[in-house]
């Protein structure tokens, strides 16, 4: 599956194959079925999707994102990852954890 980039940080609508992540109304939908995204997790899906197949720290992506912050930052974070990957399972696209360095978006064959 090819991924088309349109333009991820402006929030245009980007898809791949019969993917669509719209974040404008925080939605990720394929093949019909829609589901629902908090604007945190639109956030960090943006982050991943514009910098795909790219590898990306998490630092990198808590300093892109808005609503994060203080002492449990990261905590926080982790439980925000934690339910976008619930939410995109039964779709081709899965968030890869790389251990000692970030995450990385999966599409398709990938996953």
């Not at 629902?36 to 590898?55: K, N, S």
């Not at 439980?79 to 360095?101: D, E, F, S, Y």
């Amino acid at each position: 599956m090819t991924p088309v980039h349109v333009c991820p940080t402006c929030n245009q609508k980007v898809s791949a194959d019969r993917m669509l992540i719209d974040l404008q109304s925080n939605t990720v939908s394929f093949a019909g079925v829609a589901r629902r995204l908090t604007p945190t997790e639109a956030e960090i899906l943006d982050v991943l999707w514009a910098t795909y197949p790219q590898v990306v720290r998490t630092d990198a992506i808590l300093s892109r994102i808005d609503g994060i912050t203080g002492e449990t930052t990261y905590k926080s974070f982790r439980q925000h990852m934690c339910h976008l990957r619930k939410k995109l399972r039964g779709m081709p696209i899965a968030i890869m954890t790389v251990w000692g360095n970030g995450y990385r978006l999966m599409l398709g064959a990938e996953i």
